[in-house]
């Protein structure tokens, strides 16, 4: 069976039934998403958001390390948050030879300043689980976001058994294969970040804080459907305090 469009030939999607993520080899495939209501409770807390574009590069598919970098840097910095208190990163994983140790690459020049080898920054991306969504990929991306500070865990990414030999061990990037709790941070916040790209080079950033801390921060009383004590639904998935 083929799968969609004449994109295919530009090995944008491949005719398997699977997405991997930062893989040894590539191939991103479609997905669909749905979107849902957020409700009237407070389900995570934007604390800033950012957007740039590549400028000139190697090629269509070969996008700018420094530009995410510095996406990062500047959308972090105007809202004067803390990147050591950044647990999770969504990141956009194209699935390329390519674009993978370069998205890695931009997240490492972020973070690991601020990680270490027991303490690593945990990345993960939609499109190992639910396909490429194509225009869909970066709400799809913020849902999983809210979702993952909402409930404190950390999903699998499906697929993965190998990273991309380009992304290097001291960068302390772990792509968890299993589900885990999310690790304790100094103010207790849980904060992911969020990237999702677009094929003409331009980037996005997002930053989400989960609710029950921020209003805690910030003595603000509001509902919100925060999980306060997160609980993996399988003894089978890891612990946090593997990492």
């Not at 295919?8 to 398997?16: D, H, K, N, Q």
């Not at 390329?96 to 601020?114: H, K, L």
């Not at 916040?189 to 080079?201: D, E, H, P, W």
Request: with cysteine.
């Amino acid at each position: 069976m083929q799968y969609g469009m004449e994109i295919v030939s530009f090995c944008l999607f491949l005719s398997s039934c699977s997405c991997l993520l930062f893989p040894l080899g590539s191939n991103p495939e479609i997905g669909r998403i749905l979107t849902w209501l957020f409700g009237i409770a407070i389900r995570a807390v934007i604390r800033n958001t950012g957007c740039n574009h590549d400028g000139h590069s190697a090629g269509l598919t070969a996008p700018s390390k420094e530009a995410q970098a510095e996406l990062m840097r500047s959308t972090y910095a105007q809202a004067q948050l803390d990147p050591s208190e950044t647990r999770f990163f969504e990141s956009h994983g194209t699935g390329t030879n390519v674009g993978d140790p370069i998205e890695a690459g931009a997240i490492s020049e972020m973070f690991t300043p601020y990680r270490s080898a027991e303490e690593p920054l945990h990345v993960g991306a939609l499109k190992s689980n639910i396909g490429h969504s194509e225009g869909n990929s970066g709400i799809a991306s913020f849902i999983k976001g809210v979702l993952c500070v909402e409930k404190g865990i950390i999903p699998a990414n499906a697929w993965f058994e190998e990273k991309n030999p380009q992304i290097l061990d001291e960068w302390h990037l772990h792509f968890p294969t299993t589900a885990m709790t999310w690790p304790r941070t100094t103010s207790g916040v849980r904060r992911i970040s969020i990237n999702s790209f677009g094929v003409s080079g331009t980037n996005a950033h997002v930053i989400l804080d989960d609710a029950l801390h921020f209003l805690k921060q910030h003595n603000y009383v509001a509902p919100h459907r925060t999980v306060e004590v997160p609980r993996l639904p399988s003894r089978k998935s890891a612990p946090a305090s593997s990492y």
